[in-house]
């Protein structure tokens, strides 16, 4: 699900992405067939058909897969040119990751034998310009969505872990917002459930959701540890600091 505006405008250098770090083409297979995947390229950025068919694949996903009112609302025919206005914004959102992008940006699309959009993920380094949170070394996971049809076929798992284990040298956690309806599925993925009680992750919680107020009737808040280091300090506690030190 689409947190909020996320750039990675900084000039530090992070070993992840389509720039720095390519992902090879690949093949997952499914009860329903071979999906090919390959990375969404700036080259094909530059092509508003294509952009405009991942924003639309994306925006379907989170209207269609949630209990949300404000994107359930899209579904109803009286809505369809507020629909259209939404995926027309979701694809200058994805644009802007793209024209921001310093080399941290990876985007995966799935595709099915004859060519259509299967499943798609896009992650990049944790920077929530709204509240001012940001830290280096945590993996944000943008974007994940798999067609109903290719579910329950590990797919949106395998394109996570690609995205994220691309770069597991750099980063030391990942962090990312789920639909209530996709907890389980997050769950099995090894992520954790961020615990509001504890008062570094309230902060953080309460920070980015001042911005999008969906919390937590709607989303929820996750993270997963990727380092095995015994010194690791969660990405939360760093993004506070690093506020902190700021101010």
Known sequence: MVICGISSGSNHSVTFGSQNNPVSKFQIKTDKGTLFVKEFSEKDARYNSKMYELAKFF??????????????QYKKPENFEKYLNMIDGMTRYYKKMFIQDDGNLTVLEARNAVGELCAAVVAQTFN???????????????????????????????????????????????????DNLAVDFQLKNGYRIMDYTNPDEKIVIDKINQFRKDYPDYITFMDKKLTTAKNHTPWYKRVIHSKEEKN
Do not use: W
């Open 128 to 178: 929530d310009e709204p509240s001012g949170l940001k830290d280096e070394k945590t993996c944000y996971i943008d974007s994940i969505a798999v067609k109903k049809k290719y579910r329950h076929n590990h797919v949106g798992q395998i394109l996570m872990n690609k995205a994220v284990n691309c770069s597991k040298d750099v980063y030391t956690d990942a962090f990312l917002a789920s």
């Open 59 to 72: 925006s379907d996903n989170f209207i269609n897969n949630t209990n949300d009112p404000s994107l359930t």
